[in-house]
């Protein structure tokens, strides 16, 4: 069973950075995904990145590009997301989630979630 961590949500004004770690417990097999997710109040969630473990592949969101920058640290089963040019309506709960391929849709595991805040 893989838990997940996540850490580093905060307040931030715009224009500020912020960098959400997700750690992984429990995991023992290099391959499948991490992925970020987020959902603003009154929302559905949505997709914001994701990774590969074994190649490191990203993928990021249109409203993320060039912004946000997805990483991760095999050695400590950790993923990172360096947010940069934040603003308001980056406001959510951001979510880590991990599957176990890369050929799948679903995430099997989830995180519980970090709010992060960005004031105009």
């Known amino acids: 069973q893989v838990q997940l961590a996540e850490s580093g949500g905060g307040l931030v004004q715009a224009g500020g950075s912020l960098r959400l770690s997700c750690a992984a417990s429990g995991r023992t097999f290099s391959g499948g995904a991490m992925g970020w997710f987020r959902q603003a109040p009154g929302k559905e969630r949505e997709f914001v990145s994701s990774?590969?473990?074994?190649?490191?592949?990203?993928d990021y969101a249109d409203p993320v590009k060039g912004r946000f920058t997805v990483s991760r640290d095999n050695a400590k089963n950790t993923v990172y997301l360096q947010m940069n040019g934040l603003k308001p309506e980056d406001t959510a709960i951001y979510y880590c989630?991990?599957?176990?391929?890369?050929?799948?849709?679903?995430?099997?595991?989830w995180g519980q979630g970090t709010q992060v805040t960005v004031s105009s």
């Open positions: 990774i590969t473990w074994f190649s490191g592949v990203t």
């Open positions: 989630a991990d599957k176990l391929s890369t050929y799948q849709r679903q995430y099997n595991y």
